[in-house]
């Protein structure tokens, strides 16, 4: 089971950080991702960490749009991924989704549907 928290509202040029909390053992076998869907548009991919046990262990992944503002981390000690985000835009308002999957390539998460998901956190953005 995954649970995200953390969102709110919060001015342009604000931050926030996002946690995904996971039950379960062996988290660290999972890739974590967020995504994210506003209103109206589809979902969409946002950042990626690999699962904690293979060669690309540590590795991350960004949509362009988050590129730079934006950091994905995990605790396997905590069971937890995160997303801090700095300099928030209006164009970042969407419910953010915590996304897993067994042994998850950080490059690859993007463009699949990964097998677990968490039920959203809302992040709103005022301008």
């Known amino acids: 089971q995954l649970v995200e928290s953390g969102g709110k509202l919060v001015q342009t040029g604000g931050s926030l950080r996002l946690s995904c909390a996971a039950t379960?053992?062996?988290?660290?076998?999972?890739?974590m991702a967020w995504f994210r869907q506003a209103p109206g548009k589809n979902r969409e991919f946002v950042a990626a960490i690999s699962w904690s046990g293979g060669t690309m262990n540590g590795t991350t992944a960004y949509a362009d749009s988050v590129k730079g503002r934006f950091t994905i981390s995990r605790d396997d000690a905590k069971n937890t991924a995160n997303l801090q985000m700095d300099d928030l835009k209006p164009d970042d308002t969407a419910t953010y989704y915590c996304?897993?999957?067994?042994?998850?390539?950080?490059?690859?998460?993007?463009?699949?549907?990964?097998?677990?998901w968490g039920q959203g956190t809302q992040v709103t953005v005022s301008s």
């Open positions: 379960g053992r062996w988290f660290y076998n999972y890739g």
């Open positions: 996304a897993a999957e067994a042994m998850g390539n950080a490059l690859h998460m993007g463009q699949s549907s990964p097998h677990y």
